[in-house]
């Protein structure tokens, strides 16, 4: 009866939290995947920035958004596929949909471009999903970052990527990089780095002369698609 009575206190709670119409405002912004920053979910909210903090503190309490600390930015997003499939629950339940996320980046931009030394862009995020979907990719007790199952050592020695030097680096070796255009993951550390590094010198992709943008050859797309899967 206790443990009925806890669960009972503890469903309660998450529910307020919910409940509150701007914290599930900036909850239902976060549903499609993009991570934000908190002046954005105010805007969303329509509350001031304090208020913003006020109940993206609270909305982390209750372990339903988490925050990746990047540079000078600080990203929030969903805590897990649970937080979103009871918030998908809820909305069937109010015939309510979400609206879709869009860049405003430049599309030159936003397809490829290097990110401080690794692929960014919806092709350094394609890459990232596809390393997780094959189980290439494994989380650490921290889960941004993350490490090569022996699979991903494998596919990716057969590039010449050597993993175990890669790790003697004085360096992260491989960590979520939230993707400033597409608001989701893109692999950064020295595993991005090799990878870029990797695609360069295979003539896989081409850096631009004054931008970050990186052109896409043939060679490039047919190898993305044929090793990883990814259309680029």
């Known amino acids: 009866m206790i443990a009925e009575h806890h669960a009972d206190l503890a469903v309660s ?17 976060l549903l499609d995947g993009h991570a934000r920053t908190s002046t954005e979910l105010g805007i969303v909210a329509e509350v001031s920035a304090s208020t913003a903090s006020a109940h993206l503190a609270r909305l982390k309490e209750e372990r339903l958004v988490n925050v990746v600390a990047q540079g000078k930015h600080r990203y929030y997003r969903l805590d897990g596929e649970n937080v ?8 069937v339940v109010a015939g309510r949909t979400t609206a879709s996320f869009i860049p405003t980046t430049p599309s030159r931009l936003r397809h490829a471009r290097a990110c401080y030394d690794h692929v960014a862009g ?8 596809r390393f997780n979907e094959l189980r290439w990719l494994v989380r650490g007790s921290d889960s941004t970052v993350y490490d090569l199952t022996p699979a991903g050592t494998n596919a990716l020695a057969t590039l ?11 360096r992260r070796f491989a960590y979520a990089c939230i993707d400033w255009s597409e608001r989701r993951p893109h692999i950064g550390g020295a595993l991005g780095a090799a990878l870029l590094s990797c695609a360069l010198k295979r003539n896989w992709l081409i ?9 896409v050859t043939r060679a490039g797309q047919r190898e993305f698609h044929r090793r990883f899967g990814v259309s680029a």
């Open 207 to 215: 850096k631009d002369l004054d931008s970050r943008a990186l052109r």
């Open 160 to 170: 010449g990527i050597d993993a175990a030097a890669l790790r003697s680096l004085r």
């Open 84 to 91: 979103s499939a009871a918030l998908e629950a809820l909305m």
């Open 122 to 129: 919806s092709l350094g995020v394609s890459l990232h999903d």
């Open 13 to 29: 709670k998450i529910a307020a939290a919910i409940g509150e119409p701007a914290r599930a405002r900036m909850l239902y912004c």
